[in-house]
Nanobody, 114 residues
């Protein structure tokens, strides 16, 4: 079954940067909008950013100007460049195709702390 594998998380100080990667093992990656989400304990998973089939991007207000979503269709990879990280960005980050009921991956933990 096609799956997503997220990587690139870690511990970073406030103001630092990380780049998350999302590898998709299925087919037709280029046919879908891809999105990043995040989740903290006790809270629902929330949408962070998305990139359409054509490459148009949209970012949630609280990350706009700090995070940038991108993708490489040939490699079936998605990316989330995160700059100027804040403590409140601490979460497990996931990627998926919105509204497609694809299984969720394990996510990658991002911890922003001094």
């Amino acid at each position: 079954q096609a799956q997503f594998v997220e990587s690139g998380g870690g511990l970073v100080q406030p103001g630092g940067s990380l780049e998350l990667s999302c590898a998709y093992s299925g087919s037709s990656f280029n046919m879908f909008t891809m999105a990043w989400y995040r989740q903290t304990p006790g809270n629902q998973r929330e949408w962070v950013a998305s990139i359409s089939r054509g490459g148009s991007t949209n970012h949630k207000d609280f990350v706009r100007g700090r995070f940038t979503i991108s993708k490489d269709n040939a490699k079936k990879m998605g990316y989330l460049q995160m700059n100027s990280l804040k403590a409140e960005d601490t979460a497990v980050y996931y990627c998926n195709f919105p509204n497609t009921l694809r299984p969720w991956g394990q996510g990658t933990q991002v911890t922003v702390s001094s």
